[in-house]
């Protein structure tokens, strides 16, 4: 937990004096940069942290047993799977996975955060207390999809189509739910207005109340989805209501500024819509945990992007309304905006969002840690998170509830090689 809040404390207590008109340009390249390597080594270096870890170390262990042309015919994502296992023959060890995901997703966040934030701090702030850090050490696939579509939201506004297009097409070679942003391109030029979400709330309304047909068309016929089922933990269960809560108190802050925010910036229309859509996926969530992962596709823009232009309105309403002085204007909005942020992040942290506490690091663990994987929760992890140990032998039961990963996809037919000695090298 002590990582987590240094992670807060370091982003906030830098970013001030960093990101200030005293330091300028370099200030804010040093504090992107620094916090980065930061933001890097924790995500690197961590140990069975988050839901999904153990899973991915154990799908790039399995590439040691299978041929390249096996993995080109699994239903896992190409885009992943291929280089990733092109690196197993190089490193035997998982840990170079985390290593490689942990520099593209981390480094590309930063990069967005440094070239779109006008406020770098505020953005990294985001990034930690809305959780998304937290969604980058446990959905790897669907992160990298995520960060690859929010390179592709700047053509929306510049009318490139095509461009768009590509783009997000090349999200989905990590992981298939980036093909829902395709038809985004239209339907988040739409300009904000109480109409529009009054109708998009009655779609949301028909699709929680129909949502079991639903699922089960989609299930039918779109062949990326067809491992799934009605009847799974992760469709049945629902996930707390807090989250969508959090998410739509953004929106209605960003709807209510919309107009200064459209000034500011002309892609802020599209990030308001974003978070809208964000709220979306997260209500379905409450009936349905599965579904709340298409949330992740919206995030990011928000989080680098929105967060910081609505810091810098609030910011100067507050100061046209008061008659405080500028400087005091922003202690008392970065002091609330603070306090709310931190309480969001905290409240995460206790509750174990996405598998990530505790904070395990590979600094911390013996040599044959990293080859065996428990196939206990890791100590202060619920019973729901239950890791999995090989790749071969797995219960439908030890499954996690919230992972992103089908084993039975990764399953090795030890009975298939051939164990003849006279066939070993010595």
């Known amino acids: 937990m002590l990582v987590y809040l240094f992670l807060y404390a370091g982003s906030f207590l830098f970013g001030i004096v960093l990101c200030g008109d005293k330091f300028g ?62 690196l197993n023959q190089y490193f035997d060890l998982y840990t170079p996975l985390f290593y490689a995901t942990s520099f593209l997703i981390i480094g590309g966040v930063f990069y967005l955060i440094y070239k779109y934030s006008s406020v770098k701090w505020v953005g990294v702030i985001s990034f930690l207390s809305l959780g998304v850090f937290f969604n980058s050490l446990c959905f790897i696939r669907q992160f990298m ?76 016929n779109l062949f990326m989805y067809s491992q799934y089922s009605a009847e799974s933990a992760e469709f049945t269960n629902g996930l707390p209501v807090t989250y969508t809560v959090m998410f739509f108190v953004v929106f209605i802050s960003a709807f209510l500024f919309r107009k200064r925010l459209a000034e500011k910036n002309k892609n802020n229309n599209i990030y308001i ?111 729901e998170t239950t890791e999995v140990t090989t790749v071969s032998e797995v219960p439908e039961e030890t499954v996690p509830q919230d992972t992103d990963i089908n084993i039975e996809d990764y399953y090795i037919d030890w009975d298939s090689f051939d164990w003849d000695e006279e066939n070993w090298d010595d």
């Open 25 to 86: 340009k370099w200030g804010k390249i040093i504090y992107c940069a620094g916090t980065g390597i930061v933001f890097f080594f924790v995500s690197a270096l961590r140990f069975s942290t988050g839901y999904d870890y153990n899973s991915y170390a154990s799908i790039y262990d399995s590439y040691s047993y299978i041929s390249l042309e096996d993995v080109a015919h699994q239903r896992l994502e190409k885009g992943f799977a291929i280089p990733f296992a092109l």
């Open 145 to 220: 999809a995520a960060l690859v579509v929010a390179f592709a939201m700047r053509f929306i506004n510049e009318n490139k189509l095509v461009k768009y297009l590509l783009v997000v097409l090349m999200g989905a070679a990590f992981h298939w739910s980036a093909l829902l942003m395709l038809p985004f391109y239209f339907i988040l030029k739409i300009k904000p207005g109480y109409i529009l979400y009054a109708a998009y709330t009655a779609v949301l309304a028909f699709i929680i109340i129909f949502s079991y047909p639903i699922f089960n068309f989609i299930t039918d």
């Open 273 to 383: 819509n974003c978070i809208w859509f964000a709220v979306f996926f997260e209500a379905i969530g409450v009936k349905h945990a599965i579904i709340s992962r298409f949330a992740l596709l919206f995030f990011i823009p928000v989080v680098v992007a929105l967060m910081p232009d609505l810091f810098v309105v609030i910011k100067e309403y507050v100061s046209q309304k008061s008659k405080s002085k500028k400087r005091l204007t922003s202690i008392i909005t970065a002091s609330v905006g603070l306090i709310a942020s931190f309480s969001c992040y905290l409240m995460l942290i206790l509750i174990n969002y996405n598998g990530v506490m505790p904070y395990n690091s590979i600094i911390n663990m013996n040599t044959k840690d990293f080859y065996v994987l428990s196939d206990e929760p890791p100590s202060g992890q619920t019973s």
